[in-house]
Each structure stands twice: as C-alpha cells, then as structure tokens.
C-alpha cells in the first residue's frame, strides 16, 4: 500500500488527543508518523554543513556534551512541510493557552503569517536543527528563547533506533510549579515519533482558575551509541 504524503499523516493525528495530553501531562506523544528511510534521509542532512547556518558546541557554552545545527534558508524538504503541517493545529491549542493565561498575545493561523510577525521583530534566521549526541552526550535543562517572540509550544522528533543506535538519552521535561517542588518527566521515544511540549509556559487548572507552569527540557545522558533528533521550533531568530 502506498505511504501518504506527509501532510496527510500529519494532518490525520489525533489533534483533540494530542491537546488533552498536552493539558493533562504537560506533554503530548504522536505515533511514529515518518518511516525509517525518511528518519535516516534527514538524519543524513547532518552532514552536509553547507545546508546549516549555525554549529554549537554544547561544552563550549556548557549546554551539555553535543551538538546542534540550525538549518540555513532555505530550510530542506520535509522539514519545511513538518514545520508547516504541525504549526496550524498547534497554533490552535496554543491560542486557548494564551486565553486561559490571560496572554494579549494571538497566533495567526499559517506559519508564513507568524514568520512574517517574526521579521518584523527582527528575527529574521530560521530555527529547525538537527541534535547530535553520542556516548557520554546529554543536554541540560534550557527553554529556546531567540528574542521577543517565542511560539508557545514546540516538537522534536526521534531520528535514530533506540535500543539499536543508543541506549539512553531519554527526553526530560521539568515543571517548575509555584509554591510546590518542581515535577520531572522521563519520555522515551520510537523512531518516527514526536514529542509535543511547551516551550516556557503552560496553564495547569487549579482550584481558582488557571496558573502558570514553567517548562524546561533537556535530554538525559547517552549511556551509549549515536542519537539524531529533530527540533522543530517555530518562532525564528535574531
């Protein structure tokens, strides 16, 4: 049987699904939407250095033990229809969490219309990237803030075979709940998968109404072998 195009595996998840774990668990899992080649094909784009704007060394700014690469424009298929096709529905739970956060702050409902409002906030360079981490590898906790504005959630996506390419390397997520101790997250994921979270807030429901919850995420150490991911961010940068 053929595959469907990616817009329509993306397009047929189970978005009311999708929000009510991100409401409830502060993070949401998708089935594994991209097949093996084409986790293996963006994986491979690692190494082609030319199609990046930007390297960080994790040590050097004491991030971790890694790397990461941002992509340069123009940003390669299928990353961009990843990008596109997974921002509009987001851009609908993100909405509802700025209401019940009391936020003024409203997302258009294309990604090039937000890209646009990024410009005129200067930031102007685009944000998906590719991790790299092996043995020893890890990320400390952090949240991706580029300038003034930040879209409110945000995905990674699982490149490499747990358990056959690595051991370890969980994706970690950290709560910081006020006036309580900070809650954590240990989340594996399959080839092909993706991981949905907030990137610095999210509204929890408490007895008088909404509260904030601060995120951060991270990736725990890599106790041995190779580990890509995909992070797909979709506010640019200065």
Not at 186 to 191: C, F, N
Not at 193 to 203: A, C, E, G, S, Y
Not at 208 to 222: A, Q
């Amino acid at each position: 049987m053929k595959l469907k195009s990616l817009s329509e595996r993306i397009g047929a998840l189970d978005w009311t699904g999708l929000e009510s774990d991100l409401n409830t668990r502060g993070y949401a899992l998708t089935p594994p939407f991209l097949s093996d080649g084409e986790c293996a094909a963006i994986a491979a784009l690692y190494e082609r250095e030319s199609l990046f704007r930007k390297t960080v060394i994790m040590a050097r700014h004491s991030y971790g033990e890694g790397a990461y690469r941002y992509f340069a424009e123009p940003v390669p298929e299928p990353v961009v229809t990843i990008r596109e096709c997974l921002y509009g529905p987001l851009a609908v739970i993100a909405n509802r969490w700025a209401e019940r956060l009391r936020m003024d702050m409203r997302y258009p409902s294309s990604i090039d219309e937000y890209r646009a409002r990024c410009e005129r906030a200067g930031q102007t360079h685009p944000t998906p990237l590719i991790l790299d981490y092996h043995e020893g590898g890890y990320n400390c906790l952090h949240q991706d803030v580029y300038g003034e504005l930040a879209f409110s959630i945000q995905a990674a996506g699982m490149l490499s075979r747990p358990g056959s390419d690595f051991e370890g390397g969980e994706f970690l997520l950290v709560e910081q709940r006020p006036r309580m101790q900070s809650r954590g997250e240990a989340v594996t994921l399959e080839q092909g998968q993706f991981i949905v979270f907030p990137n610095q807030l999210r509204p929890v429901a408490g007895s008088r109404g909404d509260y904030r919850v601060k995120v951060r995420h991270g990736v725990s150490r890599i106790r041995s072998g190779h580990r890509r991911t995909l992070g797909i961010i979709f506010h640019d940068a200065r």
